[in-house]
């Protein structure tokens, strides 16, 4: 995996989102890197992630999802360019559409 995370290459506008931010509080902090061809993310849920005993909160499943294809995106797209990540102009991506079936 690589040593920085996707989202540590995120500009400081970027960085209060939910799921990925840094500098929100209250956010997930999730960080998104590369194993080989495939990029891993890892959330440890705390026990208020719970929605009941054993299972964790559907919507908090969803905002893992979201914020890590947007990272994703981002990695694919500076791999596809031979650009490393942090290089200008920045590559961003947004969530257009997202079903998750429990």
């Known amino acids: ?34 194993d080989g061809q495939e990029s891993v993310a890892r959330f440890v849920p705390e026990d208020y992630h719970i929605a009941v005993p054993g299972f964790v909160y559907g919507g908090v499943l969803a905002s893992l999802i979201d914020c890590h294809g947007t990272g994703t995106a981002a990695a694919a797209a500076y791999r596809l360019e031979k650009r490393d990540m942090g290089t200008e102009p920045a590559l961003r991506f947004v969530t257009a559409s997202l079903q998750v079936d429990y």
């Open 1 to 34: 995996m690589t040593e920085k995370a996707f989202q540590d290459y995120y500009d400081e506008s970027f960085k209060h989102c939910y799921g990925c931010g840094s500098l929100n509080p209250h956010g997930h902090k999730i960080k998104s890197f590369w």
